[in-house]
């Protein structure tokens, strides 16, 4: 139900634009003012860093909006979670997509034609995400950035609330979908304590009423509070839904939160060991996973990171595992690389060609071999299927590709009916 319009462009340009001399950077946990940004901004730029602000001021930020859309080159593209897997589902001529998220005019001129959006999820205005592109080595006063990076602020309400979530799970009886694919609870983060806690029972309610045969996914996205995170997990979400879908960040940022294997690694160094992310995963579906004796439907997660992707479900409940891990790799190579298929010379290998598959229990040792690139193991009734990711030398696009990796790997995946 995240959904919204990404302008991307220049940040020293367009704090050009806005009259802004360079300064010296501060960190702002929200942005009340131009000025606050254009600190903040300096302070990221200066370090090479990724961040993400609210600004709090609706007119002012409504008027840098503006000034970012209509500047000569700045690219509009449609963003939030929601709407770039509802997208990528798009491509497939076969398919009607609903989407439900607050959507503006321009972000309407941007979805494919096989993207439905009932009347009550349209509004007046777009919410507007600007994405502030510098490259490495780019200057801006006394700042040098000594990598490329972006710095990313909204005044987005209606997501951050998760207004139409209602309306989404009321349009579900006439749309009649065979899948329902949920993100933007991390956009809940903005809100304060009370809220949050009001508005995720809430959507634990509207989730509910969702008929139990139409199979659900939700897609995680990057959260800071362990407790919110906690609460998503063991209370509330996770058992309402068969599926999820998250990155590396995600995964370890899970287990510290509910104290899981593994919890104690503050960080990843390179590429995820595959033994640590298979012994989390195995734990997710132990703990908060369909059991005999437990009364939760999720039976499946979809794992994604750089260098490779594993796929973990519980026995008797999806089929063509192969297949949809397969095809989530091979979205990641040709969108990161903006080729319609898989272009050897601009693609390599970054995965591990040998590696262990826990690294709590005894584990199997596992050699890549070419001519089978999905690897399958078992553990408890619960299966693997690994591939290495073809990784895209020179990325055109990074955004949204776990959003395109993960309905990819739906599309080709099959719930058996229970």
Not at 256 to 280: E, K, N, R
Request: charged share 20%; proline share 5%; hydrophobic share 45%.
């Amino acid at each position: 139900v995240n959904a919204c319009v990404d302008v991307v462009l220049s940040g020293v340009k367009l704090l050009e634009a806005l009259g802004l001399e360079p300064g010296n950077g501060k960190n702002h946990a929200v942005l009340n003012s131009r000025q606050d940004l254009k600190e903040a901004f300096a302070h990221f730029m200066e370090k090479g860093a990724a961040a993400e602000r609210f600004f709090s001021d609706a007119e002012s930020f409504h008027h840098i909006a503006r000034t970012a859309s209509e500047y000569p080159g700045a690219q509009l593209y449609v963003g939030g979670n929601a709407a770039l897997i509802g997208q990528k589902l798009a491509t497939n001529p076969d398919l009607k997509i609903l989407l439900c998220g607050p959507v503006g005019p321009k972000l309407h001129e941007l979805l494919d034609d096989n993207v439905v959006v009932p009347p009550e999820s349209m509004q007046e205005r777009d919410e507007f995400h600007l994405i502030l592109e510098y490259q490495a080595g780019e200057e801006w006063g006394q700042v040098k950035a000594p990598n490329a990076n972006r710095f990313i602020f909204s005044h987005d309400l209606s997501n951050g609330a998760l207004n139409m979530l209602e309306v989404f799970v009321s349009s579900l009886d006439e749309f009649q979908p065979d899948l329902v694919v949920l993100s933007g609870l991390h956009m809940m983060e903005g809100q304060s304590k009370e809220m949050r806690q009001r508005r995720l029972m809430e959507a634990v309610a509207s989730i509910s009423d969702i008929p139990t045969d139409i199979p659900i996914h939700l897609e995680l996205a990057s959260m800071t509070d362990q407790d919110f995170m906690s609460n998503i997990m063991h209370q509330q979400v996770f058992p309402l839904v068969n599926s999820i879908g998250l990155n590396e960040q995600e995964l370890l940022f899970l287990t510290q939160s509910a104290s899981g294997p593994h919890a104690s690694l503050a960080s990843w160094s390179g590429v995820p060991d595959v033994g640590v992310v298979s012994d989390i995963l195995f734990w997710i579906l132990k703990e908060h996973g369909k059991t005999a004796a437990r009364a939760s439907d999720l039976t499946r997660i979809h794992f994604h990171t750089l260098a490779y992707h594993i796929l973990v479900t519980v026995d008797g409940y999806w089929g063509n595992q192969v297949a949809a891990v397969a095809a989530g790799a091979r979205a990641a190579g040709t969108q990161a690389c903006a080729t319609d298929t898989i272009d050897t010379g601009k693609v390599f290998l970054k995965a591990p060609l040998e590696f262990v598959t826990s690294q709590i229990e005894a584990p199997s040792q596992i050699s890549l071999n070419p001519d089978e690139p999905v690897v399958h193991w078992h553990r408890e009734g619960i299966s693997f299927h690994f591939t290495p990711v073809l990784v895209c030398k020179d990325p055109v696009r990074t955004v949204g590709l776990g959003d395109a990796i993960s309905a990819e790997g739906l599309l080709y995946s099959e719930v058996y009916p229970q």
